[in-house]
C-alpha cells in the first residue's frame, strides 16, 4: 500500500482524495476541516490526514457543491 493512498478502506480519505471524491479544492478541505464540516485527524503534525467520508456524505457534499457552482454561474 503507498505510504499515502488517496483512500483507506474504513471510509478515510487523504486530502487528495478528498479533493477527487468532492470536486474540491485542497483549500477548500483544509477550511472545512478547520470548521468542522470535514472530520479528520493526524497522527501528528506533518503527517498525513484521515478524513472520515462515508459514501452518503459524500454524495451529500458533491451535491452541494454542484448546486453552488451552478448558482455562481447563472448569477454571472
Do not use: C
Request: proline letters at 7%; a positive charge; aromatic letters at 6%.
Amino acid at each position: 500500500m503507498a505510504p499515502n493512498p488517496q483512500h483507506w478502506p474504513e471510509d478515510s480519505y487523504s486530502v487528495q482524495g478528498a479533493v477527487a471524491a468532492l470536486g474540491i479544492t485542497a483549500e477548500t478541505v483544509f477550511k472545512w476541516l478547520g470548521k468542522g464540516r470535514l472530520v479528520g485527524h493526524q497522527l501528528t503534525k506533518g503527517q498525513p490526514w484521515k478524513i472520515t467520508l462515508p459514501n452518503a456524505e459524500i454524495k451529500t457534499l458533491a451535491a452541494q457543491v454542484r448546486h453552488i457552482r451552478r448558482s455562481r454561474r447563472q448569477a454571472s
